[in-house]
């Protein structure tokens, strides 16, 4: 185990995994990757091809295309650049390019803020990707070494994400895993079906309303389905690097009526709050959600069970409605009588404090609102 | 655990220094966490970075509001900043100043140790670097760090002549803290 930046940890964890092509555009807060990932290419200590590009709609078709050619690619971006990259993110997911991207979350403008809160991913829920969110650093390297296994896999996209600064800029102590146990875990990509000049393919072709739904529905059966396949790489994770990883995770009191549902790197601050409570004897229940997408539902309603009063907190907010978590909290719960309320916090870098997260404890018995901006 | 808070201005290296305590702390044995609090990156700015230490694995992602230790690296920043702001009883304030600590008005409970880090700096380093001083008067101080294993971060962040000074700069921080 090694202390160092997060930013640094992610760096080295792909460069032991071995992509072929990486190519980005520097952002806040995602510049140190980027820049580690840069560094280790001068100093010899890589071999990818590292293609400098002049926007994020650039990084992403660049990827894009290396990964139609059949090899393992990288990129990360943040927040505007993330939303630069839409268009391609979805015809990525659509084309069904094993790709792996890292996204360190951070707020989207106007106004213009760097700040870390997760309105860029969730923006993107709907592209086709797999989301998945790291509560610190290790799950997030982690994660990264699954991403690439479980996109090479079922030919999914896979989007990393991780809180920007809180853990893009942290230095904590994180276990690297080496390229040969990587490799035991991750074999050299295979790809299927590949642009080749002496065997031409169309990728991502027209088609017309006799065949665009089924391929769409391919596409959104293949993520519901991911599920099991993402579990069982679980597994065998497990068995090579002894880290136990999950779509989900509970924490804390089982038979609790209060839980406290939340995405990233908040999930760390919460559960020493439980921590804190049940030493005066309160039960709490804590639900990290890892995935977003696919979104779990089965295993939330019953890690739900027993819970009566659902807050969900939302780095981010579906403008006019609620945080985007919440939403899906409640439809996996539909036609239960659980109280669910969306607690939208820590937008554009507001600090999401101890006694916050205490507060939404002793108070969503007798909240009436169904969503609650709270940035104090 | 134990809580640090550090407020320097930009360029005077705090958030080098809240990694430098995290690093040598992770080196004798310890779980640790260092991270920055980003405002407006430019030279002389007030900032502020933070650092966690503990015998377990840190969770917590919130900044600190009721530090155990605040380390000051400039002491005009007490006029403009309220840098003991959740100071408590039993808080530690390392000031790098020639002044005396009957000079600055702490909370009560609050006890204050100055180091004239900057004149030390001059001489050993000949440039006004003075996180490794205050450093070694931070893990003299409180007892939570080894010598060794600031020496150890110092040497693994500057090499050759630069990570000898600082050792050398660190080690005076910590023979001045008389405890």
């Known amino acids: 185990m090694k202390i160092l930046e997060g930013s640094r940890a992610i760096a080295e964890t792909i460069n032991n995994i071995g992509p072929e092509v990486v190519s980005a555009y520097p952002i806040t807060p995602q510049t140190h990757i980027v820049e580690d990932l840069a560094k280790l290419k001068a100093d010899g200590l890589a071999d990818y091809e590292y293609v400098r590009a002049e926007s994020e709609f650039a990084a992403i078709s660049i990827v894009e295309g290396a990964a139609a050619m059949g090899v393992r690619t990288y990129t990360a971006t943040s927040s505007q650049g993330l939303l630069l990259m839409t268009e391609v993110l979805f015809n990525v997911a659509g084309m069904r390019l094993p790709m792996v991207l890292t996204c360190a979350n951070r707020a989207v403008s106007a106004p213009i803020n760097i700040w870390n809160d997760q309105q860029d991913a969730v923006t993107m829920r709907d592209s086709g990707w797999l989301m998945w969110f790291g509560e610190d650093n290790q799950e997030v390297c982690d994660l990264h070494i699954l991403a690439y296994k479980v996109a090479e896999k079922l030919a999914l996209p896979v989007m990393v994400n991780l809180d920007g600064f809180v853990l893009t800029h942290v230095v904590e102590p994180v276990e690297i895993e080496s390229p040969a146990k990587i490799k035991k875990f991750l074999p050299r990509y295979k790809p299927q079906a590949v642009l080749d000049v002496k065997k031409p393919l169309t990728f991502g072709a027209f088609a017309t309303p006799a065949h665009y739904f089924e391929i769409r529905q391919e596409l959104h059966d293949d993520i519901v389905s991911s599920q099991k396949v993402i579990k069982s790489e679980m597994k065998k994770f497990k068995e090579i690097f002894g880290r136990q990883l999950g779509l989900i995770e509970y924490y804390g009191d089982k038979n609790a009526e209060i839980v406290i549902v939340a995405m990233g790197s908040v999930i760390g601050t919460i559960k020493d709050v439980a921590d804190k409570l049940k030493k005066f004897g309160k039960k709490i229940g804590v639900l990290k959600v890892v995935s977003l997408r696919p979104f779990p539902d089965e295993e939330i309603i019953k890690a739900l069970i027993k819970a009566k009063n659902i807050a969900v907190i939302d780095k981010s907010v579906s403008l006019g409605t609620e945080g985007i978590l919440a939403t899906e909290i409640r439809r996996a719960l539909y036609g239960d009588k659980k109280k669910v309320v969306s607690y939208v916090m820590g937008l554009g870098g507001r600090d999401i404090t101890e006694k916050m997260i205490e507060g939404i404890y002793s108070g969503i018995k007798k909240e009436n609102k169904k969503v609650v901006l709270a940035g104090k | ?179």
Do not use: C
């Open chain 2, 1 to 179: 655990m134990k809580e640090i808070r550090i407020h320097g201005r930009g360029g005077q290296g705090s958030v080098t220094a809240a990694e430098l305590i995290a690093q040598a702390a992770f080196y004798g044995g310890q779980f640790a966490q260092a991270f920055p609090n980003f405002g407006v990156e430019r030279r002389g700015a007030p900032v502020t970075a933070f650092a966690r230490l503990d015998n377990k694995f840190i969770r917590r992602r919130s900044q600190i509001y009721e530090p155990d230790y605040i380390i000051i690296q400039d002491a005009t920043l007490v006029d403009g900043v309220d840098v003991f702001w959740g100071a408590k009883k039993g808080t530690v304030a390392l000031i790098n100043t020639e002044k005396s600590k009957s000079d600055f008005k702490a909370p009560i409970g609050v006890k204050i140790i100055t180091v004239p880090a900057t004149k030390i700096a001059l001489e050993i380093i000949g440039k006004p670097i003075i996180n490794t001083i205050l450093l070694g008067a931070f893990a003299k101080l409180s007892g939570l760090i080894s010598m060794e294993s600031v020496g150890r971060a110092i040497r693994e962040r500057f090499a050759g002549e630069i990570g000898d000074k600082n050792v050398a700069a660190a080690k005076r921080g910590w023979e001045i803290i008389r405890q």
